[in-house]
């Protein structure tokens, strides 16, 4: 990881840390994913949506006849917003130069590291599903299978990757060799995305939303960023005595378990794209509604 004695901030250590993940937990983690982060700066509290849109060309006639979303393929993918989003906090609250950020997982992806358990399971559980696809064996498959506990992982393609990531600030994953080989895997398997839209992304900043509970407040970050749920919750759960009752009794497990269902019913109903939001969050956390 990132030298506490260089100086750095703790935002380099979130981007250092996350970009390590990538790496040492690709089955969970990865460059194509989306990222969202909260930022105290000493005075106040600032948001970052790292989250992508769906393709410019997507076309909902793809979808005709579907109950529901794909998990496979190129139809449920959207913008890869995390990458954007590591830029955008390092440069408004790191330090150090972002080459250095990004060394410790360069360094772990070239040289390897030692696989754990939890991260073998959830390997060996993809392989059941992706391994017949050509470009995720090759980069995930060993002679064949998937590495073993204990084994020593390189993924010499992922180094490469973020060597440009990080030679660029960012900018080769969204323009250029990255962006466009991207939308050649794309096209051929009848993806809607292009380079065009990797180039027109951009991290939202945005302003937290928060409840107050009990002398704490809560932040999270507005719809289509899912924190909704837990301030409902709370909101909800701030009318009742939790403190006088037993922490594991039935009555508490009720209460949080109704409060957490109410939250989710509305996070369902309610977060999504921030340009089509029909309720804003302040509506939704007005305190006569949550009484």
């Not at 993940?21 to 983690?29: G, I, L």
């Not at 380079?195 to 939202?204: K, P, V």
Request: glycine residues 10%.
């Amino acid at each position: 990881m990132v030298d506490p004695r260089a100086g750095g901030t703790a935002a380099d250590a979130a981007v250092a840390t996350a970009a390590c993940m990538t790496v040492v937990e690709p089955t969970t983690n990865g460059l194509g994913g989306d990222a969202f982060a909260l930022a105290w700066d000493g005075a106040k509290v600032h948001g970052f949506n790292g989250s992508g849109r769906s393709p410019r060309a997507l076309d909902v006639a793809a979808f005709a006849g579907m109950k529901r979303m794909p998990t496979a393929g190129w139809l449920p993918v959207t913008v890869p917003g995390q990458v954007a989003l590591w830029v955008d906090l390092w440069r408004r609250h790191g330090r150090l130069p972002f080459a250095e950020v990004l060394a410790p997982a360069i360094r772990l992806a070239r040289e390897g590291f030692l696989l754990s358990p939890q991260t073998a399971a959830l390997w060996k559980r993809a392989a059941r599903t992706l391994s017949a696809r050509p470009d995720w064996s090759a980069t995930f498959l060993f002679d064949g299978r998937p590495p073993e506990v204990g084994a020593l992982v390189r993924l010499p393609g992922h180094a490469r990757t973020l060597e440009a990531i990080a030679a660029s600030e960012g900018g080769a994953f969204y323009r250029g060799e990255i962006a466009e080989a991207i939308e050649r895997a794309a096209r051929s398997e009848g993806g809607f995305m292009r380079a065009e839209d990797l180039a027109a992304h951009g991290t939202l900043e945005v302003e937290p939303i928060s409840v107050e509970y009990r002398g704490a407040r809560l932040h999270e970050i507005p719809p289509n960023g899912q924190g909704l749920a837990a301030l409902v919750a709370l909101g909800v759960l701030r009318h009742f005595d939790l403190a006088g009752l037993d922490p594991d009794c039935p009555d508490v497990l009720h209460l949080q378990i109704e409060a957490v269902k109410l939250g989710f019913a509305d996070a369902h109903r309610h977060v999504a794209d921030p340009r089509f939001v029909d309720r804003p969050p302040a509506e939704l956390l007005a305190e006569d509604r949550l009484r």
